[in-house]
């Protein structure tokens, strides 16, 4: 993730964030609820910097709103690259008062070059984020992809994989198209992936309609969703059968606190019931 023998070190702490974030405003291109920063490696000091322009990493720190938010989105990638869903490098780091960050490495920049990508709030030219369909990316994805059957097939895994784990606040801008060359129009890698029902219990089953719901999703939801996508019955669910052992490894040797380990693998084991897969 960093070329470096050697771990980088992030010299300021979470009560600094605000002060560091408030010197880049008018600057800062990443938005969103979560506090997060731009940074760069210094590799003389091999130390992470917050920069305003030409950052290769995105930091998240802890979040008093939503308690153990770094841990819980490290998890969550770590689960998605054992399914392999494409995802960055990324990685939990302290800061300098002990708190871990989430760093990830940014995708959108190659060799320090910016890749031109879009999310599909901008795509649909769709304002808000929460309002639209699986179905509308899907449909827009093949009209766009120079691989439309593949990246459809990728979409899918995606949606499931956001249920089982307890994704709700998958929203438009969590999914993304790369333009790297007229050949090569592409579904980005996934990102921004957290298990959303450990901190907020009560949220909907997804942020954007599967089937026209957004809330007590079932296997034929999916199934018509698939359909829509033209997405064989075979492959649909082909790599998430039998992965209760593999998640509940994955989430019992992370850094989410004991007792949120347990509502976690709760929350996976009724996700995979009522898409009718086994554990």
Do not use: W
């Amino acid at each position: 993730m960093f070329n470096a023998s050697e771990l980088p070190i992030i010299d300021f702490g979470l009560e600094d964030m605000s002060q560091k974030a408030q010197k880049l405003t008018g600057k800062l291109s990443i938005s969103g609820v979560q506090p997060k920063l731009p940074m760069k490696l210094d590799k003389k000091r091999n130390s992470l910097i917050p920069v305003a322009d030409g950052g290769e990493y995105i930091l998240k720190p802890q979040n008093a709103a939503f308690p153990n938010i770094p841990e819980n989105e490290q998890c969550c990638m770590d689960l998605a690259e054992e399914f392999e869903i494409d995802v960055p490098p990324h990685c939990l780091l302290s800061l300098k008062d002990g708190s871990l960050a989430y760093i990830v490495k940014r995708f959108d920049r190659e060799s320090g070059v910016k890749i031109h990508q879009e999310d599909f709030s901008q795509i649909l030219e769709v304002e808000d984020k929460y309002k639209g369909s699986v179905e509308q990316i899907g449909r827009k994805l093949k009209e766009i992809s120079t691989a439309p059957g593949y990246d459809a097939q990728l979409f899918f895994e995606r949606a499931v994989f956001n249920f089982i784990i307890g994704n709700g606040d998958a929203h438009l801008k969590n999914y993304s198209i790369t333009y790297k060359d007229k050949e090569t129009i592409r579904l980005t890698p996934a990102y921004d992936i957290v298990c959303s029902k450990l901190v907020i219990p009560d949220e909907a089953d997804s942020a954007l309609t599967i089937n026209g719901k957004n809330n007590k999703l079932k296997k034929e939801d999916f199934d018509k969703f698939a359909e829509y996508l033209n997405i064989p019955p075979k492959i649909r669910y082909e790599k998430f059968g039998k992965s209760l052992n593999l998640m509940e490894a994955v989430i019992k040797g992370s850094r989410i606190k004991n007792e949120s380990q347990k509502k976690f693998i709760d929350i996976i084991k009724t996700r995979l019931l009522r898409l009718e897969l086994p554990a």
